[in-house]
C-alpha cells in the first residue's frame, strides 16, 4: 500500500483490523469516510468513542449497557422470574427480536470449552446462581447448539436441578423453512426425537 | 432495536449507515469495538478523524493524499509524461497493485453519464486539460468498461487528439482465467475486434 498516503493506509489498516472487514471492504469504507461530510465523521468518531466510555454491563443480567440496569431488566411488564440465558448479547437480542419472550435474560459471556481451556469459572455462571436466591419460576437455556452449547448446558442443567427451580432447553430440530435433504444427520435425529403430538 | 440500550443503538446506526455494512454486521462491529481494549478504540477513532482532517485532492493528479502532492506524482522514479486517467483512486491502486505501471494518474473522480445529469464540467477534466500544457506523451484512458467509463473515454479522446498527444485506451476483453461460456457478447465482440497477431 506504499501507493497511499501515510493518513489513508493507517485508515485502511484500522478498519481491516475489525472483524468481517477485508481489505478490499476497508478500502471502500476509507475513502467513503473521506468523502463524508465533516460533521458525519465527526459524529462517527465520537459514538465510537462514547460506546466505549459509557457501556458496561447490566448489573443483574449482564449485557451490554449504558445504564445500571438494561432496558430489559429495568422494564417492569417483563416477567424477572423467567431468566433465558444466552451466550452473549447477540443472542439476546436475536430472541427479542421476536417479540414474544417476556422474560428476562443471563448472559454468560462465553461457553464452556474444555478445548479452549474455558472452564465454568471463565463464564458469568457465579451471578447466575446468584440470582436463584431470589424467587424464580423457571430458567430457559438457550445457549447456542454447538458442542460448547451443548456442554454449557448439561453443566447449568446439573447445577440448577438441585434447587428444585424447572431447567428446560430450548428445542433442537430442521429449521423452520429448511428442506430436510440439506439438512445434517444429528439435526434430523435431534428433530426426531423432538417430536410433538399433533 | 429498542432492547439495546442508547449508546450501543446509536454505534449500531453509524456503522450500518457506512456503505456495505448491513444490520447484522454493524452489530457485530459494534460489540467488538465495546469489547476492544480501551487504547484501540481511542486509536480507532483518532484515525477516522485524522484521516477527515488531513487529506485533501494531490495538487496534481487529484487522488486523496495527505501532502501536498501524492507519493506517486512526487516519486522521481515515475514518468511524469504519461498518464492514466482514471475515474477515482480505488481505480488507481489497482493499477498500482499490478507493479507495473510507471507513469503518473489522474483522478477524475467521476465519469460523464447523461443519466445521472453529470457533464463533462462535473468531473476533474479541466485540471487533466492544464496539465497538458507540459510536456505530454501519452494520456491513457483507464475509465471502467461501462457505459459511463466509455462515454467519458470518448469525451477525453475527442478533447485531447487536436492538441496531438497520444491518446489510448485500456483494451476490453475476456478476463485472464475467464470461461468464454460464461462472458457476455459484448465483451465477447470486443474480444474479437481487439484481436492481436500472434
Sequence with gaps: MEYYSNQIRLLVE??????GIGGKTAQRLAFHIIDMPKERVEKLAETILKAKQTIRYCSQCLTLTDQELCPICSNPARD??????VENPRDMSA????????????????AISPMLGIGPSDIRL??????????????????????????????ISKLIK??????????SGVPV??????????????????????
Tied chains: 1, 2.
Design 80 to 85: 424477572q422470574k423467567t431468566i433465558m440465558v
Design 162 to 171: 438441585p434447587t428444585g427451580i424447572k431447567v428446560s432447553r430450548i428445542a
Design 126 to 155: 457465579k451471578e447466575l446462581v446468584h440470582r436463584l436466591e431470589k424467587e424464580v419460576d423457571e430458567v430457559i437455556i438457550a445457549t447456542n447448539s454447538s458442542l460448547e452449547g451443548e456442554t454449557t448446558a448439561m453443566y
Design 14 to 19: 484500522q478498519l481491516a483490523s475489525l472483524p
Design 95 to 110: 430472541y427479542e427480536k421476536t417479540g414474544k419472550y417476556e422474560g428476562v435474560y443471563h448472559v454468560l459471556h462465553g
Design 177 to 198: 423453512g429448511g428442506d430436510l435433504e440439506y439438512i445434517d444427520e444429528v439435526t434430523l435425529l435431534r428433530a426426531l426425537e423432538g417430536r410433538v403430538e399433533l
